[in-house]
């Protein structure tokens, strides 16, 4: 008979940047570094303590929430870097690489929670993603994708080009 984790009994709420209130188990909340020291452990078993996150929106949160307690059920696998494929489904399991096939707004709202909150799992898996939308690509796809305006001159281009040739030759 397995022991029940005091953790997974114990509840917080994850206050949202719009105030919305969202429980999860403490075991799932101590995921993001942010969320474990800001924990009062004198705080009374049958209470819930209240930790605020203004930089987080509330379909941001829900969604990180969502990944922080998939990952404490199928822990994911950890990410080869450099990155093998530009398809997701080929570095994680099938189930991470559907939770972050997401806009790209979605995607990098995902990154600024992981990094504010401090969910190593959560920021690798995303950044790893932006990783794989430039896997392959020349400077101008790049751009397309990011919508990113090219700002150079030709001749500062062909500058930097010259500057970084090797990188093109690796």
């Given at each position: 008979?397995?022991?029940?984790?005091?953790?997974?009994i114990?509840?917080?709420?994850?206050?949202?940047?719009?105030?919305?209130?969202?429980?999860?188990?403490?075991?799932?909340?101590?995921?993001?570094?942010?969320?474990?020291?800001?924990?009062?452990?004198e705080?009374?078993?049958?209470?819930?303590?209240?930790?605020?996150?203004?930089?987080v929106?509330?379909?941001?949160?829900?969604?990180?929430?969502?990944?922080?307690?998939?990952?404490?059920a199928?822990?994911?696998?950890?990410i080869?870097?450099?990155l093998?494929?530009?398809?997701?489904?080929?570095?994680?399991?099938?189930?991470?690489?559907?939770?972050?096939?997401?806009?790209?707004?979605?995607?990098?709202?995902?990154?600024?929670?992981?990094?504010?909150?401090?969910?190593k799992?959560?920021?690798?898996?995303?950044?790893?993603?932006?990783?794989?939308?430039?896997?392959?690509?020349?400077?101008?796809?790049?751009?397309?994708?990011?919508?990113i305006?090219?700002?150079?001159?030709?001749?500062?281009?062909?500058?930097?080009?010259?500057?970084?040739k090797?990188?093109?030759?690796?």
């Amino acid at each position: 008979m397995s022991e029940t984790n005091p953790d997974d009994i114990r509840t917080i709420h994850l206050v949202s940047q719009e105030g919305e209130s969202f429980d999860v188990p403490l075991s799932v909340g101590k995921m993001s570094d942010l969320v474990k020291t800001m924990i009062d452990d004198e705080q009374e078993e049958d209470e819930a303590q209240e930790i605020p996150l203004p930089n987080v929106k509330s379909a941001i949160l829900a969604k990180v929430i969502e990944f922080a307690q998939h990952y404490k059920a199928e822990p994911m696998t950890e990410i080869e870097k450099p990155l093998k494929s530009a398809n997701m489904a080929e570095v994680v399991q099938e189930w991470y690489s559907t939770f972050v096939a997401v806009d790209q707004e979605v995607l990098f709202e995902l990154i600024l929670a992981a990094n504010y909150m401090d969910i190593k799992p959560l920021l690798d898996l995303t950044c790893a993603t932006v990783a794989s939308m430039i896997k392959g690509k020349s400077p101008e796809d790049i751009r397309k994708t990011f919508n990113i305006v090219n700002d150079f001159t030709p001749e500062e281009e062909a500058q930097v080009r010259e500057e970084n040739k090797w990188c093109e030759e690796a």
